[in-house]
């Protein structure tokens, strides 16, 4: 682990290198100005003369500035040093996470995954920085500090020494509780994070449940334990600086009895004796150094390994070896035998053999949970099978690099996530690089046109965090317009006209249709009139295939098919969603295939 950490210093030798030649330097000038005060008092006094005080006088203004440079060159490369390395882990960390698969993010909450990226990267840069420094200034103050007063007077050293081990025992005391109730603040705090996240990102559910108190009573309580949290913290902070000055002060006293007594007995003169005492003041420093160092170091520490172990997380997904960027698909996907389950022990799909020839359009049916998004998602890598190969023009898939095969893959998923921005940027998202025309073809392709001309800056309108300010049917065109501008030889449709009114949806069929043709589709539809004219619907019960052929011969002989259209099957008889309804399309009833019997 500090190998690893040392690691980071690497490409910064040359900085940490100046960092702490400016802070021994400016530790060796702190060392000396007792000595030149000793001086000063014990040879320069006595002889009387102005001139030769002035002159000592600007002699100690500019080690004063020189002293005050160092300072500041100390602070600010200290500081570029941390951000340094803490900038070099956070883009390691975000290219980490960018690689891991759909499975890992699961299992993780992204509100943790953001305190990693940021709070804890902070903390580790802070450490980075003030942890050599401060440990190389410690020692060498402590040493130096010591081995001055020892030259100064032997006995009145050995006096101040003897409080040494009852600071040090304070500060592991104490310094051991306050990183404890650090902890428990930043616990706290993360707390306090995912209940503001989750109320602020959830504030339309909790206001449609007028469930505004029950939020705010979680939430004072969030803030109270925070406060309790912080409060002992500072109760802490508060004895241990109180008993560490009263420590200091106490050995100044003492020393300064003792030292007036060898000063009368003439064992020190009185330029050594201020030395002596000035010394003690810098002997003491370092321990509230030390003492910030143990306060800091747990965290920075702890923020490490977290981030290290982020980077040992092996993405269950990525280019197997020799995988060869995939040719143009004609699209020939085979399923066989795939078996898969989110946990292995609970299949979602079992033995599901399937074969969609080029240009085919195949629909999929069936209840909600029997699997037909988790089937899409293995087209595209973003699971793996646990038994079983998918096989794309002949190839398995895992032959492929996985951009060159998700590249060839469009999907206009069932929720549909669009990013803060533009419209044009979440257009543009599916081809960066797409010019005007491109766009705005893929626009009137998935019947944005009449939303595009209401709206008054066009492209350029903001469509909200997660776009908000779309309705679900517009957010589900903007998803296909994505499709159309990547123009892929694979469609995976789930769902993907179920916000829409019936004309709407009558228009974007059409499009479909045209978008469909010499291409391999593979449709989810909850709808069933949508995919009637599919060349082949295929029944999914359980994670299995129970029914597959066409609408007629599905109707006139299969009777999982029938119980779908007829609202019969488990759970189908609701029937409730309106045409078009305005929902995301998670929010909807399930399967409202009741209307098809109308
Ligand atoms: N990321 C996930 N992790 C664990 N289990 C999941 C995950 N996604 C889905 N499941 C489970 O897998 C099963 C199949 O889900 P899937 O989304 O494939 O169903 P579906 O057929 O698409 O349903 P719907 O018609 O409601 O969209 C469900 O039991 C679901 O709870
Ligand atoms: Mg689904």
Redesign the pocket.
């Known amino acids: 682990m500090f190998d690893a950490l040392v690691d980071h210093y690497r490409p910064h030798l040359r900085l940490l290198g100046l960092d702490l030649a400016a802070a021994i330097l400016s530790g060796l000038l702190e060392l000396a100005f007792p000595l030149a005060i000793a001086a000063f008092i014990d040879h320069l006094l006595p002889l009387g003369q102005w001139g030769l005080t002035l002159w000592a006088a600007a002699g100690l203004g500019i080690v004063y500035c020189l002293n005050a440079g160092l300072m500041t060159v100390v602070i600010y490369l200290g500081h570029k040093l941390g951000i340094a390395i803490e900038t070099g882990l956070r883009l390691r960390a975000f290219e980490h996470l960018t690689r891991l698969s ?2 890992w993010f ?1 299992r993780n909450e992204t509100g943790k995954l953001v305190a990693r990226v940021t709070r804890d990267l902070e903390e580790v840069g802070e450490v980075a920085h003030h942890g050599p420094e401060d440990l190389l200034i410690a020692l060498m103050t402590f040493a130096g500090a010591f081995a001055l007063m020892v030259w100064l007077h032997l006995p009145l050293a050995v006096l101040t020494v003897v409080i040494v081990p009852l600071m040090v025992a304070l500060l592991t005391i104490y310094g051991g509780r306050m990183t404890r109730a650090w902890q428990a603040i930043y616990g706290q705090l993360g707390q306090f994070n995912v209940r503001l996240a989750e109320t602020l990102g959830g504030i339309r559910v909790v206001q449609a449940f007028t469930n505004e108190p029950h939020e705010r009573r979680l939430f004072a309580r969030a803030n109270e334990d925070y406060r309790r949290a912080k409060l002992e913290a500072y109760r802490l902070m508060a004895a241990a600086a109180t008993l560490q000055y009263m420590g200091l002060r106490l050995v100044q006293v003492v020393v300064m009895v003792a030292g007036a007594g060898f000063v009368f007995a003439g064992s020190l003169s009185t330029g050594d004796f201020v030395a002596f005492l000035l010394l003690v003041t810098v002997f003491f420093r370092p321990l509230e150094k030390i003492a910030a160092v143990i306060e800091t170091y747990p965290r920075g520490i702890a923020g490490f390994q977290r981030y290290q172990a982020l980077l040992a997380e092996v993405p269950e997904i990525a280019d197997a070896p020799g995988a060869v960027a995939a040719p143009a698909l004609s699209g020939r996907i085979a399923f066989e035998r795939v078996s898969f ?3 292995p022990a ?1 299949p ?2 079992r033995e599901v053999s399937l074969t969609v020839e080029p240009g085919q359009t195949v629909a ?1 049916v ?12 293995l087209v595209g890598r973003f ?1 793996l099978p646990q038994s079983g190969q998918i096989r794309i023009d002949g190839q398995p898939i895992e032959r492929f690099t996985l951009a060159s095969l998700r590249a060839q893959i469009g999907v206009v998923s ?1 929720d549909v996530f669009l990013f803060g921005g533009t419209l044009r940027e979440n257009i543009a998202y599916a081809r960066p690089e797409a010019d005007e025309a491109a766009i705005l073809a893929a626009v009137r392709a998935a019947q944005l046109e009449d939303l595009l001309a209401d709206l008054p800056v066009g492209l350029e309108t903001v469509v909200g965090e997660r776009g908000v300010l779309l309705s679900g049917g517009q957010k589900q065109r903007v998803a296909i317009a994505r499709v159309f501008l990547r123009n892929p030889p694979i469609l995976l449709l ?2 993907a006209t179920s916000a829409l009114d019936r004309a709407t949806e009558r228009r974007v069929q059409a499009a479909l249709a045209s978008l469909a043709r010499g291409r391999t589709v593979l449709v ?1 539809a ?1 709808r069933l009139e949508t995919i009637r004219h599919a060349d082949r619907i295929v029944v ?1 019960e359980d ?1 299995r295939i129970v029914e597959s052929g066409s609408h007629e011969a599905l109707l006139a002989g299969g009777s999982a098919y029938r119980a779908l259209w007829g609202g019969l099957g488990d759970g189908l008889g609701d029937g409730l969603a309106p045409p078009g309804a305005g929902l995301g ?2 929010a909807r009833p ?2 409202a295939v009741g209307r098809g019997s109308t």
């Open positions: 759909f499975g699961d389950g989110y946990d609970r979602v799909l999929l069936g209840a909600s949970g029997a699997g037909k998004t988790t089937l899409f998602s699971y069932q789930d769902e989810i909850h999914l994670g399309a998670e399930v399967q």
